[in-house]
């Protein structure tokens, strides 16, 4: 078995001194991360790339530190949704339902538990499943062609607006927004300079890591600003802290069902986090029986998001390593950074670089284990940071951001451009765009447009090649599904809605 | 309306971009598409998302999930862009330390910090975050105005 040699190998790489003690850092800065308001995996991400540059990190070591922050941020979002009813990001939403609840009947310590165990459980499967399937899938993308890639990504971005739910045109345009911001700069292939107006400071095209940080951590500084709340009082964590055996076999099913079904969403391409804990949190109030508790402290609300959270999260991993297609926007910034370090994920990277791919699989193994052990007992402590006051925080938030701004190009003209991104972001946040969607176009645009234009090189110019093998038509017939789906969708919500007038 | 307003913007801005991205050509090519095609495709499809915009009716069932803005947020909200502006243009011209201590505090009352709190605040950040970064992590910061204490 070629696949767990690889494994074995990759656990000797994640478990040397060096990347398990980076792990460890890594879990717990991310929970710490997560845990403030302002800060989520995203930027959480994006702020250690300059860093771990600056550190000289090698690759897989810096790719094990980023990929330990991230899970540890989404375990961070819970602690804040479940003891103040206040999620730190979009996917930690529905943990509240039912959380807050518990929390409040003095089940705080049993949710924060129960929740960690979710966790790992998720991301125990969804890493088996990231194990089993990507090297398939890497064997089977070596038979990508550009033309194949640039469909693949068409797809990419229809699935993100098909499964943005109810507001799918403002997903694509602002996927559209970002494609577009991909072309400023200078043009790779014939050194024409496009957008930049004359600026130099453009003429290398909008940095990553500014991108990120405007738009996610300047926009969000400014919204805090809205919630005018000082250090609103947390929901203490007493009583027992750990669930029982009882407790446990309670949410099993539920955790191995969402653990599925939010492995499947995150490898989708665009759908992320927010929706696999959506969906597996509606399928399983279905499921339950009639004198359920949901949203008023079930303990299976709580565990089918967090399972699916945290399978998503290491399931959107397979389309980042195998085709360099990012599944959500924090795998987007992890491509960022694996880009920095001159590295291409894709299916070459499986066979060119096994130590980095499968050390960062083990890592994730490490992490979700870590995850679990450090938190029971570092609860309290995990706790009390959230007493933090806002004018404290967010003045250190906002230093550190520019910081880590400044530290890609030392440039003051990036500083100034966050702040413009940011200001735009604010703007788009406050009339219901998506900010994930620009990321994940942005990153996706540079490769979408290469791919064209090598396909189109290929042909000398014929705009067949894109329909001319069967891994197209698929692909395209997916595309089709994807537009045809959400309209389907919106034309029996409206049929019923009719019914139900003509009923009444 | 705000909806439609941006719609119009949006409108304008691909059309203006458009414009401008007409006259990108390559003086030698080796490749059947240029460096204006894609852009001109994408700016054609932003056009398009802003025409929707502006004709789609507003949407009764529509769910804002942000608070609605008013005059005292958004009064807020411009001195924190302006404290922002302020703070990228001094970062290298005072240096990162006396730039981010008056920055720190400006944020910290803005955010409801007394003003005892905002320059303890202020004060331990700028130092603090500097030996951090500069010394500890090794991001190089700009020392300004402090240059000369440089050991």
Known sequence: MDTFGYLGQGFGVALSPYNLLTALCGTFIGTIVGLLPGLGPING???????????????????????????????????????????????????????????????????????????????????????????????????????????????????????????????????????????????????????????????????????????????????????????????????????????????????????????????????????????????????????NKFGNGDLRGLAAPETANSASACGSMVPMLTLGIPGSGTTAVMIGALTLYNITPGPLLFQNQPEIVWGLIASLFVANTMLIVMNIPLIKFFTKILAVPYWALVPAIAIITSIGVYAVHATTFDLFLMTGIGVAGYILRKMDFPLSAILLGFILGGLMEQNLRRALSISNGDLGILFSSPITWVVWAMVVGMIALPIWRTYRRRAERRAEDAAA | MSQRIFGVVLLVASIGLALSAWGYQAPFSYEPVGPR???????????????????????????????????????????????????????????????????????????????????????????????????????????????????
């Not at chain 1, 998720?122 to 890497?138: H, I, K, R």
């Not at chain 1, 970002?178 to 400071?201: K, P, Q």
């Not at chain 2, 054609?44 to 005292?72: F, Q, T």
Request: glycine share 10%; net charge neutral.
């Open chain 1, 45 to 291: 991400v994006a702020l250690l790339i300059p860093i771990a540059f600056a550190l000289g990190l090698p690759p897989e070591t810096a790719l094990i530190l980023l990929a330990a922050v991230y899970l540890g941020c989404e375990y961070g979002g819970r602690i804040s949704s479940i003891l103040l009813n206040i999620p730190g990001e979009a996917s930690a939403v529905v943990t509240a339902f039912d959380g807050y609840p518990l929390a409040q009947q003095g089940k705080a310590g049993v949710a924060l538990s129960i929740s960690a165990w979710s966790s790992f459980v998720g991301g125990l499967m969804a890493t088996t499943g990231v194990v089993l399937f990507a090297p398939l899938l890497a064997k089977w993308a070596v038979a990508f062609g550009p033309a194949e890639y640039f469909v693949l990504m068409i797809f990419a971005i229809v699935c993100l607006a098909g499964m943005a739910g109810d507001k799918p045109v403002k997903t694509a345009i602002a996927a559209c927004i970002g494609l577009f911001l991909s072309c400023i700069g200078i043009d790779a292939n014939s050194g024409v300079y496009r957008f930049t107006f004359g600026s130099l400071g453009l003429a290398d095209g909008i940095q990553f890591v500014v991108l990120v940080l405007g738009l996610f951590s300047v926009s969000e500084i400014l919204v805090l600003l809205e919630r005018t709340h000082h250090g609103e009082q947390a929901v203490k964590a007493s009583g027992r802290m750990l669930f029982n055996v009882k407790e446990m076999m309670f949410v099993l099913a539920t955790n191995i069902r969402s653990g599925i079904a939010g492995f499947v969403i995150g490898v989708l391409p665009g759908a992320g986090a927010t929706l696999a804990s959506a969906v597996t949190y509606m399928s399983e109030k279905r499921l339950a029986s009639k004198d």
């Open chain 2, 37 to 151: 095609a894609y852009p001109l495709l994408l700016l054609s499809l932003l056009a398009l998302g802003g025409i929707y915009l502006l004709v789609k009716p507003a949407s009764a069932h529509a769910v804002s999930n942000e608070p609605p803005l008013d005059r005292h947020v958004v009064r807020k909200v411009t001195t924190c862009v302006v404290l922002l502006v302020i703070y990228a243009a001094v970062f290298e011209l005072l240096g990162f330390i006396p730039a981010s201590t008056v920055f720190a505090i400006g944020m910290a009352r803005l955010y409801g910090g007394s003003w005892r709190a905002s320059v303890i605040a202020g004060l331990l950040l700028g130092v603090g975050m500097y030996l951090l970064f500069d010394k500890l992590l090794d991001v190089p910061l700009p020392l300004g105005i402090l240059s000369s204490l440089e050991i």
